[in-house]
């Protein structure tokens, strides 16, 4: 593979990742926690980004050195695990494919005045048509890029024009005066939750960079994925931060539209629609590539057909929601669900780290697995607390 060939595919990886976890629910999180914690948000996203790169670099180092997908990890290390975990992943992208489909009508609403369901219908045959171009997995990695530095600069030019006490946030990074840990779990679940930390790992994979020769472009790219994805995050929290401060109100049916609007007007609420329907569109492709890639070696069939299944995976997405709408109740329960999707990720991958017969002589280094394990503890701690005490007050 040619060099500049590859560092393509690395950084599309990482693009892809990115993009993926910046979807619609990144950009109401972001805003909401900045209104209630303030600059001691900083802190939250500072934590979240150590967390981030901790789960994340085990689990592209360890499927790149096995040279084999999660779910496959996951059979090896307790058979029918794979399967179980494969059946997380696709619940999850499925659910919050709906969510993002939506995101991207409300983008299109926004940009244009078309409906919500009519915008949704649109950008999914978009996203259809990427998987139908003839290099398609070409094609993704570069509409995650383009898009990818879209949100970025058009978010940079609406902090700015907040006007935000970056000194204060700064300092309350280090020294917040009051921590959430709450707002630490749902960010770390929106970054590296459900499918989005295996979206990168297994794009490399198909892209055939694996194997030990290939841990330091492989770690470079996973961390790569984590900044790219932090500097949105820091842009957006420092924007709603300038609004807040000023004491302007921002309206609770859509935050995150209401900070871009307040920040630079009407111009700056249509450059919200720009960033939401980008963030919507690439998380869709991102969801629907991951999810099909997690039941591909467990099915022939769908190793063979696996673009006509991505392209279906988009499909069931748009029109559950052009008919039926957001399932509010399904989405929060699959996405308590989701909140323990990666310390059973991060645990299988720790775990298969130490057995030769996946990994073979390769030595995972000590400060890596203690860094997992202590992320895998906390997430399943968190994510349990979710799972008992959300889903009960769904179906009251």
Do not use: C
């Not at 600069?153 to 009051?178: H, N």
């Not at 609004?243 to 539209?257: C, D, F, K, Y």
């Not at 203690?370 to 009251?396: C, D, E, R, W």
């Amino acid at each position: 593979m040619e060099k500049n060939s590859r560092l393509s595919i690395l950084i599309g990886a990482a693009f892809l990742m990115a993009t993926s976890a910046i979807g619609p629910g990144f950009l109401t999180q972001t805003t909401v926690f900045t209104q209630t914690l303030l600059a001691s948000f900083g802190f939250v996203i500072l934590i979240s980004i150590i967390i981030d790169i901790g789960a994340q670099i085990n689990i592209w180092r360890i499927i790149a050195v096995s040279e084999k997908r999660a779910q496959d990890i996951a059979n090896e290390v307790l058979p029918g695990l794979g399967y179980f975990l494969a059946i997380l992943i696709v619940m999850g992208g499925l659910a919050f494919n709906i969510g993002n489909i939506g995101g991207a009508g409300l983008g299109t609403n926004v940009l244009f005045g078309i409906s919500p369901e009519m915008g949704a219908l649109l950008s999914g045959i978009l996203a259809i048509g990427i998987f139908l171009v003839k290099e398609a997995n070409k094609a993704m990695d570069r509409f995650a890029q383009i898009m990818g530095f879209v949100m970025i600069a058009l978010t940079l030019y609406v902090m700015f024009k907040a006007q935000p006490p970056v000194g204060e946030a700064i300092v309350r990074s280090f020294a917040p005066e009051k921590i959430d840990f709450l707002a630490i779990v749902t960010l770390v679940g929106g970054t590296v939750g459900g499918y989005i930390t295996f979206a990168g790992g297994h794009r490399l994979l198909d892209a055939g960079v694996k194997g030990k020769e290939a841990i330091p472009e492989v770690t470079r790219s996973a961390v790569s994925a984590i900044g790219i994805a932090s500097i949105m995050r820091i842009f957006l929290f420092l924007a709603a931060l300038g609004i807040v401060i000023q004491g302007l109100p921002i309206n609770p049916e859509n935050p995150p539209a209401s900070v871009f609007q307040l920040a630079a007007g009407n111009f700056g609420y249509k450059i919200f629609g720009i960033v939401m329907w980008a963030a919507a569109v690439t998380s869709v492709v991102g969801a629907a590539y991951t999810s099909v890639s997690f039941i591909r070696t467990i099915s022939r069939t769908v190793e063979k057909y696996e673009k006509w299944f991505i392209v279906g995976f988009i499909a069931v997405s748009t029109l559950v929601f052009v008919l039926i709408g957001r399932p509010v109740k399904i989405l929060v329960l699959v996405g308590s669900l989701n909140g323990l999707i990666l310390p059973i990720a991060l645990g299988v991958m720790l775990i298969a780290a130490y057995k030769t017969k996946i990994v073979g002589d390769y030595k995972h280094p000590v400060w890596m697995t203690l860094f997992g394990i202590v992320i895998v503890i906390a997430m399943a701690f968190m994510g349990s607390y979710t799972l008992i005490n959300g889903i009960p007050q769904l179906f009251k």
